[in-house]
């Protein structure tokens, strides 16, 4: 029996929401929420409750049904298996959605320096890397640590369409047909995109690269559990099946439709309420563990892409948006708590906490006849990292400072699959509450489309002429250093 069937092991398991420092018993009126308040959003939760359960029994909302997917499950498994038999490296080529996800399995389910031990050590897993970025200096030291007869890259990329994306590819295709062959290169390479459409399934096809599919109503920051990372994540050695059992675990709860039952639509609601009636239009995510720093990079793009939107439901022009921070404890009490603590009274702040690290580290008992540092002598790390998480939520509380806490009671497959689904479901909550679209991203494309035209892509001529052509009145101001 796997552990995640066990009952008692999974209630142990089971993530916490704590939002107590939101609300106006802890922080005073000014700032924190009232139960009263609170109460007057479960009309409008319970209202978007039902719109997003209608719209997931129509299959409209499909990332829901990603922890369900056991075929899918199955094909990335075996996927996963061949590739560690086959290479010592594994490199994605991807970006934003399509690296957020994996890079933050991998982050928080692997050992932090997994690609620096030897292969025993690593029992003959291949070393992951993410190239989530077309800087030519960072993807060229990249090529260069890897040998191609040795490694697998994984492109993925929905449509075949991301400039990004393909021109990696497209250097990594051509020096593995120079080093290979083009018979041979094709072994090197698996592509996840749409099942039946778009250019990169177009070349799969051509090319007879092994391909898994990505469903083509789920966007690249809600694919996390989809191919997208499951791929990336079984090829490290993480338990994939177990992440998925997370998830599940975590809609259960979020299936919920009263407000005061369902964390998902809770934490939603306070979100909202702090960003339009406490006017704190900024929220921070500060994880205390270095293995969910990069779940922090991934809500940053799910609550920026998702909420940051010009015109709301009914075509108002509404601008609305909180603006995500990422912030790492204990890290970032030493760069950004001072702000925090007594700048302006703009923010909300989420943090994660771990209540048992995978490891312990003691202290030794030294230096005794310094008070200022013989104190810490057989204490632990652990204990150390702790109290300085509950001092920071104290001082911010004394403070007048709202913020919520998100518990993890172990990191672990099953904890961060709940986890990441909890914080996706919250975003589709939110979205509702603030009467705007969370799926669709129409600002990002402006930039892709002048993207188009500079560089040359057909049909995009006019928009190369638009930055050709600098509107009139518009001066250059700029001083040499």
Known sequence: MKRWEDKSWTRAMRIMLDFSGMMADAVGHRHGLTVEQVNSM???????????????????????????????LKVVLKAARKVVKRCENFVVLGIGGSALGGIALFRALRHPHHNLMPQAKRKGLPRVFFADNIDPE??????????????VFNVISKSGGTAETMSQFLIVRNKLIRKLGRKRHTAHIIATTDPERGYLRAIAREQGYETLP????????FSVLSPVGLLPAAVAGIDIEELLAGARNADKTCKQGRLWKNPAGMNAALQVLAYTVKKKPISVM??????LRDVADWYRQIWAESLGKRVDLRGRVVHVGPTPVKALGVTDQHSQLQLYMEGPFDKVITFLTVEKFRKTIK?????????????????????????EGEATRSALTQARRIHTVIKLPEINPFTVGQLLFLLEVQTLYAGGLLGINPLDQPGVEAGKQLTYGMMGRKGFEDRAQMIALKPQGIKRYRIAV
């Open 42 to 72: 479960e009309h409008a939760f319970e209202a978007v409750h039902k719109h997003l359960k209608q719209q997931r029994r129509a299959g409209h909302l499909p990332f829901y049904e990603l922890p369900y997917d056991d075929e899918t």
């Open 138 to 151: 960072g993807f060229s030291a990249l090529l260069n640590i890897v040998n191609l007869e040795k490694t």
């Open 214 to 221: 990505i469903h083509p109503g789920v966007g690249g920051r």
């Open 286 to 291: 500060m994880p205390y563990s270095d293995a």
């Open 363 to 387: 202290i030794p008992a030294s230096f005794s006849h310094m008070d200022g540092i013989g104190y810490l002598g057989r204490h632990t790390l652990n204990a150390l990292i702790q109290a």
